[in-house]
């Protein structure tokens, strides 16, 4: 495999992605991240982004924000144009509601990113315990941190951070474990 390219949403994807992936035995000299202007740029350039990319043995990757919208049609929509491109293998993935749930479900990698204590603590309350369910996880890390956090700078300091294996939203164990098949050997 020559390269794997993530197309995202925002620049604060890729900056938590340079910290997370190397961590799961992905060099950054192997990945390319392609990053919109918010999700309607995505939407609307995925497909000839796709159709043009010449790389032999690329894979490619999707990760928009749900926001408001509902999930299922996101991700079937860029699944149809991914198809449409030519590119039927492409992993897309949603973070349910914002990539922010992400963090709130691994409060100790917030705490040790952000130079914080016992922001961990609140992992088993209710809220926190499913953060995929929130309306506005980035809201709410800003209020948990007292505006430490930072969208960017945030991100690019959780990234190395983030457990492989111990976090609460179903959306980032689901993406992450898509990105660990699209890095398996094909036979």
Known sequence: ???????????????????????????????????????????????????????????????????????????????VKCQRAGRPTTLVRIACRELESWYLGDLKAVDMALGLKNLVRHQETAKFRQPDRLGSPSYELRQLTSNRYQKIAGSRAIGPHLSLTDNGSPSYRVFLSGVQRVLAPTA
């Open 1 to 79: 495999m020559s390269e794997v390219v993530f197309f995202l949403e925002e620049p604060s994807a890729q900056a938590m992605l340079e910290g997370l992936l190397p961590r799961i035995g992905l060099t950054l000299d192997r990945v390319r991240f392609v990053v919109f202007e918010g999700k309607s740029d995505l939407e609307k350039q995925i497909e000839r982004k796709l159709r043009a990319w010449q790389t032999r043995d690329t894979r490619f990757v999707v990760l928009r924000d749900q926001d408001s919208g509902e999930c299922r049609v996101i991700k079937n929509g860029l699944v």
